[in-house]
């Protein structure tokens, strides 16, 4: 990286409490299990993954919203403030999310004009009489019309609604937006043009994105960077033409061959079994049960995460050489 990141998480633990059935006993979950990124202003960081991975869990602990059980985050080179103190309400304003369903993130009561406003309201940004310009303004801004403001949710199509969320979202002039799943509930005609907002976006005022999706094809249209996420962690990092074209983790192998792509004669990497119960987190690398290149190591040990030749990041054993792949564990095929 060139200069000194936004935002840096290091080592990030979020775990969870849950009971089997009743009157079943506690079980910990580590939905994030030592995650490290980091993001610089401008850019854009595409985070990656099944459902369940932890990649929306990482998101809301960047921002604040939920307390890491370790490791910590530092925003503009300072540790985030204790929640709901009032320099953690002042550093809330430099960050915002777009969440994945629009018409869920909005209240079906209010027209979008005054929910744009909220967070001017909240913060105490500007003077109520200049409102309605603001508005106004942040509507054009994400190819609304002004009149837009006096639409309840269920008047705007959802393209037009995920347009409202990102205008309150933007309302405060964030330097960080965090993207969890902005496009997944839109039509594919729809996806492209929130997609070409958001990058305008960032043109425009050098916002910084961390861009939550399982869509690789979105994420490398969108990302400087690309982080793939399995099971709480981070097993590749890097660019996205490295990362997407030529992975080097067995699980972004199998990610990136679910892609379409012209001539490549439809072969597909299909993964056996269904991803670990999080509660009962697999010895060593957790990705091992469902890896055709697994070694005996990779049940007893858990590779770290380290630079390869190239320069990207991986964490598997077989990628760094330090084992060959070797017959008789589980194996994935190819349709």
């Avoid at 609604?161 to 969890?180: F, M, S």
């Avoid at 010895?283 to 005996?296: D, E």
Wanted: with cysteine; aromatic share 2%.
């Amino acid at each position: 990286m060139s200069g000194v990141p936004l935002l840096q998480a290091r080592e990030l633990v979020r775990r969870y409490t849950m009971r089997r059935g009743l009157m079943g006993r506690p079980v910990e979950v580590r939905a994030v299990d030592g995650v490290t990124l980091a993001l610089e202003r401008g850019r854009t960081l595409g985070l990656v993954g099944e459902s369940g991975c932890g990649k929306s869990t990482t998101g809301r602990l960047v921002l604040g919203l939920e307390v890491p059980d370790g490791g910590n985050v530092t925003f503009r080179e300072g540790p985030m403030p204790p929640r709901q103190t009032a320099e953690w309400r002042r550093l809330r304003a430099r960050m915002a999310m777009v969440y994945q369903d629009p018409l869920g993130a909005l209240d079906r009561r209010l027209p979008i004009g005054t929910q744009i406003a909220e967070p001017l309201d909240i913060h105490g940004i500007g003077s109520r009489a200049d409102r309605p310009e603001r508005v106004a303004q942040l509507l054009r801004d994400v190819g609304l019309r002004p009149d837009h403001a006096q639409r309840y949710p269920h008047e705007l199509s959802g393209g037009q609604r995920q347009r409202a969320v990102l205008a309150r979202a933007l309302a405060t002039g964030p330097e960080l937006l965090v993207c969890d799943e902005p496009i997944s509930a839109l039509d594919v005609s729809i996806q492209a043009q929130v997609m070409n907002l958001l990058a305008e976006v960032q043109e425009r005022s050098g916002i910084a994105l961390l861009f939550i999706s399982h869509d690789l094809r979105a994420v490398r249209q969108m990302s400087h960077r690309v982080a793939v996420m399995y099971l709480g962690r981070i097993v590749e990092e890097g660019d996205p033409d490295a990362v997407l074209h030529s992975p080097a983790h067995p699980y972004s192998q199998a990610l990136v061959s679910a892609i379409p792509q012209p001539g490549r004669g439809g072969r597909r990497i299909i993964l056996q079994g269904d991803p670990p119960n999080p509660a009962a987190r697999p010895s060593g690398c957790a990705f091992h049960p469902r890896c055709a290149l697994a070694a005996a190591l990779c049940s007893r040990a858990a590779p770290v995460l380290k630079p390869l030749p190239d320069g990207r990041l991986a964490a598997c054993h077989v990628a760094h050489g330090t084992v060959s792949p070797r017959d008789g564990m589980p194996q994935q095929r190819a349709a």
